[in-house]
């Protein structure tokens, strides 16, 4: 059965940091690209990082680089996603993406609030 579950979202000030993880289980981690995405209140879904099977490549939405940072550890099939200097438009659900040629697969999702 596949599974993947997000977690580390929560309430962080404006300024602050979080880390959110994408714990994977029943496909083959390793050869999945995998995705951060979030939906923010009244919005559609959008990217919010990408990283190659290998870690070797990654992508960000532009006004999201530099603040954001996505890893993947292969032996813990886990997806990271480190978010520093988060501000109120940062609020919103985070899903986690794992996509190969044939097979397309989504996370629950962890929210996310910055608020004062």
């Known amino acids: 059965q596949v599974q993947l579950v997000e977690s580390g979202g929560g309430l962080v000030q404006p300024g602050g940091s979080l880390r959110l993880s994408c714990a994977a289980s029943?496909?083959?981690?390793?050869?999945?690209?995998m995705s951060w995405y979030r939906r923010a209140p009244g919005k559609e879904r959008e990217l919010v990082a990408g990283?190659?099977?290998?870690?070797?490549?990654?992508n960000y939405a532009g006004s999201l680089k530099g603040r954001f940072t996505i890893s993947r550890d292969n032996a813990k099939n886990t997806l990271y996603l480190q978010m520093n200097s988060l501000n109120p438009e940062d609020t919103g659900v985070y899903y986690c993406?794992?996509?190969?040629?044939?097979?397309?697969?989504w996370g629950q999702g962890t929210q996310v609030t910055v608020s004062s």
């Open positions: 029943g496909f083959p981690f390793r050869n999945y690209a």
């Open positions: 990283i190659s099977s290998t870690g070797g490549r990654t």
């Open positions: 993406r794992a996509q190969s040629t044939i097979y397309d697969y």
